[in-house]
T-cell receptor, first 116, second 113 residues
Framework: EPEVTQTPSHQVTQMGQEVILRCVPISNHLYFYWYRQILGQKVEFLVSFYNNEISEKSEIFDDQFSVERPDGSNFTLKIRSTKLEDSAMYFC??????????????FGNGTRLTVT | GESVGLHLPTLSVQEGDNSIINCAYSNSASDYFIWYKQESGKGPQFIIDIRSNMDKRQGQRVTVLLNKTVKHLSLQIAATQPGDSAVYFCAENYGGSQGNLIFGKGTKLSVKP
């Protein structure tokens, strides 16, 4: 069964550094997402991406965050200057040829980001 | 307050018994609901979904019930197995939002052999 893959599985960085989290969504999916989960808390929506542009973003997704689909297979999340509170599990997800209303999100196994 | 919440943070059941995991939501505009299972070290795994024009939907060993009157969602797992041990999240969405799922805190299901 096709799956969403994320790399790296664990990223440790120092405060103020830039990080790029990488994802390969399911190949025929058109909608891409980033979510995060701070330890012990709920999974939170960050951003959705369709047709090479952001379609929706949350309050968490401030100017420090950006997303990109640099080629036909990768989808990245960049945090420009990491803060301690950015430490979390970051999940990439994708869905098929419609909104999540028509096609459920499929998640990767996440990248654990630790900011020291 | 939380838009989506869970009544019980932990649930322990005997192998072979049926499990019921509950979820409350507060956004009456939500029209799509999903249950996800999350095992340790993994991402949320889709289990089953239901739209607001339905009251019940069945999958393999799982049933989701939706009560819009009281804004309540439940996941029933029949003949619970040790492999069902995980954290279960409900999530809601409304049609005007693209992929912005609102997740509950999760219920940890432990299956005793």
């Amino acid at each position: 069964e096709p799956e969403v893959t994320q790399t790296p599985s664990h990223q440790v960085t120092q405060m103020g550094q830039e990080v790029i989290l990488r994802c390969v969504p399911i190949s025929n999916h058109l909608y891409f997402y980033w979510y995060r989960q701070i330890l012990g808390q709920k999974v939170e929506f960050l951003v959705s991406f369709y047709n090479n542009e952001i379609s929706e973003k949350s309050e968490i997704f401030d100017d420090q965050f950006s997303v990109e689909r640099p080629d036909g297979s990768n989808f990245t999340l960049k945090i420009r200057s990491t803060k301690l509170e950015d430490s979390a599990m970051y999940f990439c997800a994708s869905s098929g040829g419609g909104s999540s209303y028509n096609s459920p999100l499929h998640f990767g196994n996440g990248t654990r980001l630790t900011v020291t | 307050g939380e838009s989506v919440g869970l009544h019980l943070p932990t649930l322990s059941v005997q192998e072979g018994d049926n499990s019921i995991i509950n979820c409350a939501y507060s956004n009456s505009a939500s029209d799509y609901f999903i249950w996800y299972k999350q095992e340790s070290g993994k991402g949320p795994q889709f289990i089953i979904d239901i739209r607001s024009n339905m009251d019940k939907r069945q999958g393999q060993r799982v049933t989701v019930l939706l009560n819009k009157t009281v804004k309540h969602l439940s996941l029933q797992i029949a003949a619970t197995q040790p492999g069902d041990s995980a954290v279960y999240f409900c999530a809601e969405n409304y049609g005007g939002s693209q992929g912005n799922l609102i997740f509950g805190k999760g219920t940890k299901l432990s299956v005793k052999p």
